[in-house]
């Protein structure tokens, strides 16, 4: 009996850790001439190294959201609009984003711990 209760409580601490959310940052580029990277709607700075949902809003035809960092190099089109979602994986190093053709004044890192 002792076994069974201790296989229970074991399972029911364990659950939770298995459906633990993906923290979820989100991207935005457009309409002007602006791009971002935010959590919770702070802007990313820091992050420590583990999964993370990219929700990246690209609002103009002119524009697009390229990140780049350690065996990272994922972008949306110029021309494209419209919301689309990363799930990637950030290991140590620096990561930056940007937008290719306006490269000189949008862009933005952050570091991974």
């Not at 029911?12 to 990277?37: E, Q, R, S, Y």
């Not at 103009?60 to 990637?88: C, E, M, R, Y």
């Amino acid at each position: 009996m002792k076994f069974v209760l201790l296989a229970v409580l074991v399972a029911a601490l364990l659950v939770p850790a298995a459906f633990a959310a993906t923290p979820t940052l989100k991207g935005t580029v457009g309409p002007g001439f602006t791009i971002t990277l935010t959590k919770a709607g702070v802007k990313v700075k820091k992050l420590k190294a583990g999964t993370y949902l990219f929700k990246i809003s690209d609002k103009s035809g002119i524009h697009n959201f390229h990140l780049k960092g350690p065996g990272i190099d994922k972008k949306t089109g110029v021309g494209f609009q419209g919301a689309v979602t990363w799930k990637l994986r950030l290991k140590h190093g620096t990561y930056k984003f940007v937008c290719d053709p306006h490269a000189s004044f949008m862009h933005g890192s952050f570091s991974v711990i």
